[in-house]
């Protein structure tokens, strides 16, 4: 046998129990042909000589925003602590930018501003300029005063296709904006915020995102991108990105699945999914959400949030009714990715895979819970029992982002901490872990999330918080390989380096299992293989 590539003198993690490890593999027609040892390795058109570097399979990112991506025209507020930091940045901004009809930010930390945002705190730094700001998960908007005008929020205009706009005691609008990732980024939301003239949400903007995004994601090695939250028009993006040659990397697109989806847009979801069905893009699974976010109270809670009283948030459907909903997607063969981030919310989503399985019967579904933020002890096993995925961002469990301190460690108390992301238990529990990385929320970078798993210390080190569940190096590596391909019903060709499947592949500069785990996240991605081709090399 001849083969049209091998890669030789590596240290090959395969991802397989059948071969955990090997020295050499080979490749032709873009899969993978022979795993084993250098002596026994076939001859080949070209060799790569790994030098002795760690080969893992292409990283499978479950949960990836690479559309709505990171956008340079905005300014970027991640790291500014507090409110003059946003001025010092958003004055460094305007001097650059004098002509500037918007100013558009993102990254914004909760913890920068003491209690709720309002129109006022922007007013004093921005002046007259519409300006608004992205909260770091992009689950909020903060607007001020000019923008509230040019937007068409007042008193009697607070629910708007983009958010729900809150108000003060008299009913005024503070300036801040709930429910923005499932309204604004909704068709209908992005469609007005384009025709209100938000610069954001034009198609050239949202199409540099994408091709920086999908830069990124080779370069680190993802070989598979999940794109968690797309509509009908946003396919249109990645066609042209396919045609002129810059989706590099393999790409799954769910479709967002609003409150208020008809059995006519049902039927265009399965158009689509049946036109989209190769494995270099593929569209088919369905975004539903059943809550929002813990930092700002607005994830559904089993108990109050600590110092608010009784509320516990709200879920976006009663039980019921989205119990019956999921069992008729469950019916028409729809796979369901549901964001959960509290542990009523995620209780909620159980009992609806649980209702669904009992009235359509058991099937291979894989759907997941997407987050699984806050989950009480009693639903770990009903993850592996309901054949749930655990679609997880370890990132997001990080001290310096969620930990005491911080907003969300705060919105919940200490004594909710013990069921902060716990990745071990669902692990030992049997479930399936999906790890991604849910840029730009966080790092795109899979070095970031595996040193986060496996550590639950911030970047910079120092105490863990919850380390009981914290996992293993093994675990992490194949939550962000097999896992995430299992989740997404590509594991038969992807997730791991097994003979037949396709050659999707990395080498690291250097390798995880020989140095000390603090060097993980400068770990770099030296060559990126998508079906034989290499299709990144860093000099």
């Not at 919940?412 to 849910?438: C, I, N, Q, T, Y």
């Amino acid at each position: 046998m001849t083969a049209d590539l091998t890669v030789r003198n590596a240290r090959i993690h395969t991802v397989d129990d059948a071969l955990p490890r090997a020295q050499a593999l080979a490749v032709r027609d873009g899969r993978i042909v022979w795993v084993g040892a250098d002596a026994d390795a076939p001859a080949a058109a070209e060799t790569v000589d790994a030098g002795g570097r760690l080969v893992l399979p292409g990283f499978v990112d479950a949960h990836n925003h690479v559309r709505l991506g990171s956008d340079d025209a905005c300014v970027q507020l991640a790291g500014a602590a507090d409110l003059a930091e946003i001025g010092r940045r958003i004055g460094a901004w305007r001097a650059e930018h004098p002509e500037a009809t918007w100013i558009e930010c993102e990254g914004f930390d909760y913890t920068a501003v003491p209690g709720p945002p309002r129109a006022a705190d922007l007013d004093a730094l921005t002046g007259a300029v519409p300006t608004i700001v992205f909260g770091y998960d992009v689950h909020t908007l903060w607007a001020n005063t000019a923008a509230l005008r040019r937007l068409g929020i007042d008193r009697d205009h607070t629910e708007l296709p983009f958010g729900v706009a809150q108000v003060d005691a008299t009913g005024t609008p503070t300036g801040f904006v709930t429910e923005f990732a499932v309204r604004g980024l909704s068709r209908e939301g992005h469609r007005a915020l384009a025709a209100l003239g938000v610069p954001w949400a034009g198609p050239d903007r949202q199409y540099a995102r994408l091709l920086a995004s999908l830069d990124m994601a080779t370069g680190h090695g993802i070989t598979t991108i999940v794109e968690p939250q797309n509509s009908l028009d946003d396919l249109r993006l990645f066609e042209r990105a396919r045609a002129e040659g810059r989706l590099r990397s393999r790409l799954i697109a769910a479709l967002f699945h609003p409150r208020g989806t008809s059995a006519a847009d049902l039927a265009d979801f399965a158009r689509a999914a049946a036109a989209y069905d190769d494995d270099r893009l593929r569209v088919g699974p369905l975004k539903l959400y059943i809550d929002d976010v813990v930092e700002p109270r607005t994830a559904a809670l089993l108990e109050p949030y600590c110092g608010h009283g009784d509320h516990r948030g709200e879920t976006f459907y009663p039980p019921g009714e989205f119990a019956d909903l999921l069992a008729s997607l469950d019916a028409a063969g729809f796979q369901a990715f549901v964001h959960a981030t509290g542990d009523r919310g995620i209780r909620t989503v159980l009992d609806a895979v649980e209702h669904a399985r009992r009235v359509n019967g058991p099937r291979d579904a894989r759907h997941q819970v997407v987050h699984v933020e806050c989950l009480d002890p009693a639903d770990v096993p009903r993850f592996a029992e309901l054949g749930v995925v655990a679609c997880m961002q370890p990132r997001h469990c990080s001290p310096d982002i969620a930990g005491p301190g911080r907003d969300w460690a705060e919105a919940v108390g200490p004594a909710r901490w013990a069921k902060a992301w716990p990745m071990r238990s669902l692990h030992e529990a049997g479930a399936v872990l999906a790890f991604s990385s849910d840029w730009n929320v966080a790092e795109m970078d899979p070095m970031v999330g595996i040193y986060t798993a496996v550590t639950r210390q911030g970047l910079a080190g120092g105490p863990a918080w919850m380390p009981e569940e914290a996992v293993s190096l093994e675990t992490a590596i194949r939550g962000y390989t097999l896992g995430s391909a299992y989740a997404n019903f590509c594991d038969h060709d992807r997730g791991s380096l097994t003979p037949g499947k396709l050659a999707d592949f990395t080498v690291l500069s250097d390798d995880l299992f020989a140095i000390p785990v603090a060097e993980i996240p400068g770990v770099r991605a030296d060559l990126v293989v998508v079906g034989g081709e290499v299709v990144h090399q860093r000099s």
